[in-house]
Nanobody, 126 residues
Framework: QVQLVESGGGLVQAGDSLTLSCAVS????????MSWFRQAPGKERDFVAT???????????YYADSVEGRLTISRDNAKNTVYLQMSSLKPEDTAVYYC????????????????WGQGTQVTVSS
């Protein structure tokens, strides 16, 4: 069956960098769209970044306004892994980060995703 496993979270200081990984099994990664979402305590789960399924060798990415320029989503289809590189981290980036998989076109809507990982905690201290 399809499984998503996030890793790479931790406790960092403001201004630090961190890279999250999402290992996908049970299907061919190049055929699906992948996204990262996050959920802070007491808040709803919010869209962070997305990367479309691979069209030949290219794909489309887009980001939430709050992370544009600081976070980068990428994928390594050969490793069946999606990454979220985070830099210039801020305390407000503190949340549980989830990767999610969607068949077809990418989207920023949480209710459109087919599979979710268990999440990885990122805590940014000031």
């Amino acid at each position: 069956q399809v499984q998503l496993v996030e890793s790479g979270g931790g406790l960092v200081q403001a201004g630090d960098s961190l890279t999250l990984s999402c290992a996908v099994s049970g299907l061919t990664l190049s055929s699906v769209s992948m996204s990262w979402f996050r959920q802070a305590p007491g808040k709803e789960r919010d869209f962070v970044a997305t990367i479309s399924r691979t069209n030949r060798i290219s794909h489309i990415t887009y980001y939430a306004d709050s992370v544009e320029g600081r976070l980068t989503i990428s994928r390594d289809n050969a490793k069946n892994t999606v990454y979220l590189q985070m830099s210039s981290l801020k305390p407000e980036d503190t949340a549980v980060y989830y990767c999610a998989l969607k068949y077809g076109m990418t989207s920023d809507g949480t209710d459109e995703y087919d599979y979710w990982g268990q999440g990885t905690q990122v805590t940014v201290s000031s």
